[in-house]
T-cell receptor, first 116, second 114 residues
Framework: DAGVIQSPRHEVTEMGQEVTLRCKPISGHNSLFWYRQTMMRGLELLIY????????DSGMPEDRFSAKMPNASFSTLKIQPSEPRDSAVYFC??????????????FGEGSRLTVL | GDSVTQMEGPVTLSEEAFLTINCTYTATGYPSLFWYVQYPGEGLQLLLKATKADDKGSNKGFEATYRKETTSFHLEKGSVQVSDSAVYFC?????????????FGTGTQLKVEL
């Protein structure tokens, strides 16, 4: 069975450029989460969706970040304009339901972003 | 809000040594607790969980007991292997206004040497 699929796996870009990260959750999962991982701050929740609707975006650092989920099988995280401090590994995760039952998140392999 | 504190790493052990990774939490209610593991180059995956006080979660030789009196959920393994080298994250599930979410600790890197 396919897991959570993220693309690109690696992205190197220059400051000021737009970055778009993509995620395909596991089929049938109706909750989707975007996390950012850095050495300094560990794993931070940026935003999560339930049934394609954003539920909590309090972790989104600033207006440069935006996330969408146009349908149940696709989500994007966009950074515009990008800055060097955005360099991190961005993880997408999905879960069946709203974590009420199992509490288990299924993570993708991550997108490593480097902003020069 | 709720939070999780883990011991800092890296933790370096010889194969077959005993492992303890400490985790304590702060929560207003009674959260469910989890340990996730991240192998190099991969995403996190669930290792074990406990949903109420005194529950013991176990998997792959690892275990952790939910201690409400000490607000702890320490991860233990009696005999580690080189293949256990990874980063381990303690997490809690909290109920927010909009639903459930997982809050993770900063992670503890484990290195197991021959």
């Amino acid at each position: 069975d396919a897991g959570v699929i993220q693309s690109p796996r690696h992205e190197v870009t220059e400051m000021g450029q737009e970055v778009t990260l993509r995620c395909k959750p596991i089929s049938g999962h109706n909750s989707l989460f975007w996390y950012r991982q850095t050495m300094m701050r560990g794993l931070e929740l940026l935003i999560y969706f339930n049934n394609n609707v954003p539920i909590d975006d309090s972790g989104m650092p600033e207006d440069r970040f935006s996330a969408k989920m146009p349908n149940a099988s696709f989500s994007t995280l966009k950074i515009q304009p990008s800055e060097p401090r955005d360099s991190a590994v961005y993880f997408c995760a999905s879960s069946p339901g709203r974590l009420t039952d199992t509490g288990e998140l299924f993570f993708g392999e991550g997108s490593r972003l480097t902003v020069l | 809000g709720d939070s999780v504190t883990q011991m800092e790493g890296p933790v370096t052990l010889s194969e077959e040594a005993f492992l303890t990774i400490n985790c304590t939490y702060t929560a207003t209610g009674y959260p469910s607790l989890f340990w996730y593991v991240q192998y190099p180059g991969e995403g996190l995956q669930l290792l074990l969980k406990a949903t109420k006080a005194d529950d013991k979660g176990s998997n792959k030789g690892f275990e952790a007991t939910y201690r409400k009196e000490t607000t702890s959920f320490h991860l233990e393994k009696g005999s580690v292997q080189v293949s256990d080298s990874a980063v381990y994250f303690c997490a809690l599930k909290e109920l927010t206004g909009g639903g459930n979410k997982l809050t993770f600790g900063t992670g503890t890197q484990l290195k197991v040497e021959l």
